[in-house]
């Protein structure tokens, strides 16, 4: 990219308006367990997964993807998990490197249906191959393999309606609050309501469960989230 803002990352927390957080570390992310168990205690409303520049081989992304994958699902039962391989220009020409990247992609699809045929139901997959579109090397990349503005914007293009529809319907989350607020306000301005009380009693819609405990099961597991988001110190019924 041609400064920070640019990276598909930063794209998505502009068209999505909210706070996106990139743990590539530069490509130096290889799966390690002990980086899943960290991320995995983070509030968040979605994860997406997918580190396949990263690892050293074929046969290291094998043995560290899925079990990532569980690390953060095991403590976050509830929670949207996208899993994505790598983008990929259309005008590969080399067939190794060709054969090198469907493998890499096969490995991430197997992920993906043995978290489904686990039970998983809320889990996606998007697919590298078509993130890109249909740019070629010259315009997709800056050097054939690391994305230019306009290879970032692709990549985030392709994510953002899934990422849109996962902030509206998924349960449980302070930025589901957020949404309640702003559809509040534009409903009452519509109207000609008060707007900021309209935007208050939406951002607070859900204080009551907090209070008796009488959450839906979704919310139970971000207890954390809204804790911090209401600022409530004393211990949740739940």
């Keep these: 990219a041609s400064r920070p803002g640019m990276s598909h990352t930063n794209i998505l927390?502009?068209?999505?308006d909210c706070d996106t957080v990139n743990f590539g570390f530069s490509g130096s992310d290889k799966g390690e367990s002990a980086l899943a168990e960290y991320i995995a205690k983070l509030p968040m409303s979605v994860f997406v997964h997918g580190y396949g520049y990263n690892p050293p081989s074929l046969e290291h992304y094998a043995a560290t993807y899925y079990p990532f994958y569980r690390i953060i699902r095991e403590q976050n039962p509830t929670l949207p998990i996208i899993m994505v391989s790598n983008p990929v220009c259309c005008d590969i020409k080399d067939p190794a490197r060709t054969d090198?990247?469907?493998?890499?992609?096969a490995i991430t699809v197997r992920a993906y249906t043995d978290a489904l045929e686990s039970g998983d139901k809320n889990v996606y997959f998007r697919d590298g191959f078509d993130a890109l579109g249909e740019l070629d090397a010259a315009d997709a990349t800056v050097d054939g393999t690391h994305p230019s503005d306009l290879g970032f914007m692709n990549m985030a293009r392709q994510l953002y309606p899934l990422l849109k529809k996962?902030?509206?319907?998924a349960p449980g989350t302070f930025h589901h609050s957020l949404v309640v607020q702003r559809l509040a306000e534009a409903g009452a301005e519509a109207i000609g309501a008060d707007v900021t009380r309209a935007g208050v009693c939406g951002l607070y819609h859900d204080i009551s469960e907090i209070l008796t405990g009488d959450m839906p099961t979704p919310v139970k597991y971000n207890d954390v989230v809204?804790?911090?988001a209401y600022r409530i110190t004393h211990p949740m019924r739940i």
């Design 226 to 228: 809204l804790k911090r």
């Design 166 to 169: 996962l902030q509206i319907v």
């Design 100 to 105: 090198y990247l469907t493998r890499r992609r």
């Design 13 to 16: 927390s502009r068209m999505l």
